[in-house]
């Protein structure tokens, strides 16, 4: 597959009335985006004295481009991911489209106010992608791309309508990072459609300038996973210029120069463009006639008639792609175009100071208290620009965030076994669900992983609905009746995306199919697997998933230091601390399959609650003996709040064993040979630190403030037998922290035990020996009260 170069030229279908519309326009986004950031700096009461910042230079040499797309090019269906520094830009075109109020604009990074960059949570319907941190937001659009082709195969969008497009407004030094390339590899692979990809290439980066020939690389990357790459370099007024004598030796300088020398012309000014390209290019007698023929102001005019910033040019680009192949343009711009600020090295954190700001308004003809009419201070007329603003396709004033129906999920099919692990009764439940024909709920699911399938017990899952694929692709191994547990088929029914080793990728597909009922209006249950530890691998696109309230289940096993001969590279230590402090993700660590069970029921509930989220299952291969039990509604509610008793305590209980996850043989063997020295002792089964943890602390603030009433949370409630001076002892397979709050509920000594340094090979016998969470551990630890 290889990718189509095309260079875009000046001129559009757009007519002559359109392109005055676009350019009055322009010109007020350029203007709302800088006074809304000037607004929070220098007039909002600044009450602790911290600049608030809002990227007025990053803005700016977006302004032309999105101008463009939102007020011309794009379609209701299609999705956008704003780079995150243009983030008063997109506030500004959707309080001219009446999405976004001027109270918000007004409180611009203040508590309340439109967000610093969008966000899906905090500034509502208008958002489709949050972004934020840098990279994320553009890769995620792939991944959207991807789950949009998912439903489309499986013919769950509506017939007749075409695809949307998911753009990203991507900076350039957003290139630098590696989850851009990761995201490309990984959704080339299937064969992506409907991506644009607008690169803002105004060739300076937070701390200085772009590499020069970054662009070179750029291209040759896209091409290589088979994007079209569309060239916006240079707009009219210079294609006009190079058409005429002395053209061709300008042109020749302006490829030639260095970014920091065009930006610090760009600074300076027309004079300074004028004397560099003489001293430049002496004796070019034609190239000097045709600077001659411009003044200063119209000179600086002409060398910052970049592409990104000619309507005509921009227009052209959008109007020929070719395909429905990804897409990406480079688009030439100048950051902090039309500011004083424009082309200056610092200008990124930089803010026009009052002075500017004076100058600026003079120069876009706004009266003082006119600062947020959307038309004043135009050419042209107040109610054609209304007008023309109404109209534009985008902006079509139905929501963007869509609904889906709630589908009812079925009991989870348990059966239970003499010994099992956690990792293979989830494998086999999810085996289960796959068999049932007919049923809206499995037919919602879709499985993604990264290269561990497998190994993570997806396979049967896999095995019965087949890997996604735009086309059919035949199982070689099967047809040729080589022996495999695994049917590796794929088709545009499967219901697995399968992925490469990149946990980033995961939970950026995680965020999409996530987000599918929201996008598409169509729900998805998602299910992704991968190693525990590196759960921190992904962990800035997990936290990005959370952020915008996408809703999936990441299963993360095998976990913690039971995976022995792996050694310390494959075992967990602090990921029960990740589940607990993550907002948008409720943690479980279930011991027993009929826990996970009804774990799995709750979080496929969950996913779907207005209020509800993600939801992270941390694992285990450990092989334990499975309870012979009929677990009552009593004993269900309590594992998905958090914790039960498999032991209760006696009364007066002076002495708890408290365990999660794997770590319940060893308690339940401690417990064995405690519990005649210590009647009534207790043994909690801790099946969410998270949710026993956050419920607590919620009340507590709510206690602070007044508002608890008499309400208690579930784990007060379970510690509310032990007498005051009662001693608790804790295990987890994990950082002991997860569970050495418990003490604090009502002020009980508490000896915790976990891991809080590296693993390494060894068995599990060897390794809980060492680690000190065997039961001779948690006897020595109980012991030490007597």
């Not at 996973?225 to 030796?249: C, D, M, Q």
């Not at 792609?321 to 897409?327: E, I, M, Q």
């Not at 709750?602 to 285990?620: A, K, P």
Request: aromatic share 8%; net charge negative.
């Amino acid at each position: 597959m290889t990718g189509e170069i095309i260079e875009a030229t000046a001129g559009s279908r757009v007519s002559a009335k359109e392109l005055e519309m676009l350019g009055a326009v322009e010109k007020k986004v350029r203007w709302l985006s800088s006074w809304t950031i000037h607004h929070a700096n220098h007039i909002r009461p600044k009450r602790d004295g911290i600049k608030v910042g809002g990227h007025q230079a990053s803005c700016a040499s977006l302004s032309t481009l999105m101008t463009a797309l939102y007020f011309n090019v794009l379609r209701p269906q299609d999705r956008v991911a704003v780079k995150p520094h243009a983030s008063p830009v997109f506030h500004a075109i959707n309080y001219m489209f009446g999405r976004q109020s001027r109270e918000k604009l007004e409180n611009f990074r203040a508590f309340g106010g439109a967000q610093s960059y969008p966000s899906r949570t905090k500034d509502g319907d208008a958002v489709d992608f949050s972004t934020g941190s840098v990279g994320l937001g553009a890769a995620v659009t792939n991944f959207a791309a991807l789950t949009q082709d998912y439903l489309r195969y499986k013919n769950m969008l509506p017939k007749g309508e075409k695809p949307g497009r998911m753009v990203a407004l991507v900076g350039d030094a957003e290139l630098d990072e590696g989850n851009i390339y990761e995201a490309l590899l990984d959704t080339w692979k299937h064969d992506i459609r409907n991506v644009w990809w607008v690169i803002d290439y105004n060739r300076q980066s937070l701390d200085g300038m772009i590499d020069a020939h970054l662009f070179r690389v750029i291209g040759r990357f896209f091409r290589a996973v088979g994007w079209n790459v569309i060239t916006i370099k240079y707009g009219r007024k210079l294609h006009e210029a190079f058409a005429r004598p002395g053209g061709k030796s300008l042109k020749k300088w302006l490829n030639e120069s260095p970014n920091d020398v065009y930006s610090a012309l760009t600074f300076q000014g027309g004079a300074a463009w004028r004397k560099q390209i003489l001293a430049d290019m002496p004796g070019d007698n034609a190239l000097a006639s045709l600077l001659a023929d411009y003044d200063d102001d119209e000179l600086h005019d002409l060398m910052t008639n970049l592409g990104g910033h000619c309507m005509e040019a921009i227009l052209n680009a959008f109007e020929n792609v070719p395909n429905d192949k990804p897409t990406v343009f480079i688009a030439y711009t100048v950051k902090g175009y039309g500011l004083p600020l424009q082309g200056h090295k610092d200008n990124h954190a930089g803010l026009m100071n009052v002075a500017q700001m004076e100058g600026f308004r003079k120069a876009n003809n706004i009266a003082e208290g006119d600062e947020w009419d959307i038309t004043a201070g135009l050419d042209c007329d107040a109610q054609d620009v209304r007008t023309f603003i109404d109209a534009a396709p985008f902006n079509n004033r139905q929501p963007r965030q869509k609904f889906a129906e709630i589908i009812t999920v079925p009991e989870m099919p348990y059966q239970r076994a003499d010994t099992s692990s956690t990792q293979e009764v989830f494998g086999k439940i999810l085996n289960e669900l796959a068999k049932s024909k007919n049923s809206d709920f499995s037919d919602r699911i879709v499985t993604t992983s990264p290269d561990v399938t497998v190994s993570t017990n997806l396979g049967g899952f896999v095995n019965q609905r087949g890997l996604f694929a735009r086309e059919n692709l035949a199982d070689e191994f099967r047809d040729r009746k080589v022996p495999s547990a695994q049917k590796w088929i794929r088709t545009p029914k499967g219901q697995h995306v399968e992925l490469g080793i990149a946990e980033n990728n995961l939970f950026l597909n995680l965020a999409a199919l996530g987000l599918s009922h929201s996008l598409f209006g169509q729900r998805l249950f998602p299910i992704g697997t991968l190693y525990d530890p590196f759960i921190a691998r992904g962990l800035d696109a997990l936290n990005y998933a959370c952020y915008q309230d996408a809703r999936f289940m990441v299963v993360a096993t095998p976990s913690g230091i039971t995976l022995a001969p792996e050694g310390g590279a494959h075992q967990s230590i602090g990921t029960p601390m990740i589940g607990m402090g993550q907002p948008g993700l409720t943690s479980f660590e279930p011991s027993f399959g009929d826990e996970l069970a009804v774990v799995m029921g709750w979080s496929f509930n969950h996913m779907q609650d207005q209020d509800g989220g993600s939801v992270y299952l941390r694992l285990s291969t450990k092989p334990m003996e499975q309870p012979e039990r009929e677990l009552d509604e009593a004993t269900r509610s309590a594992i998905v709040r958090g914790g039960y008793w498999l032991r209760e305590p006696g009364e007066n209980c002076k002495m708890v064993l408290a365990y999660c996850g794997a770590m319940a043989p060893e308690a339940i063997a401690a417990w064995e040979q405690l519990k005649n020295d210590h009647p009534g002792m207790g043994l909690l089964a801790v099946t969410s630190t998270d949710r026993l943890y956050n419920e607590w602390q919620d009340l507590e603030r709510a206690r602070l403030e007044g508002r608890a009433g008499g309400e208690t949370a579930h784990i007060e409630d379970l510690l509310k037998p032990l007498a005051p001076d009662a001693r608790m002892v804790t295990v987890i397979d994990g950082h002991p922290a997860a569970l050495a709050w418990l003490g604090a509920v009502r002020g009980h000594a508490v000896a915790p035990l976990g891991i809080n340094a590296f693993g390494q090979c060894g068995d599990s016998i060897d390794l809980y020996k060492h680690y000190q969470i065997d039961t001779a551990a948690i006897l020595r630890a109980a012991k030490r009260w007597d």
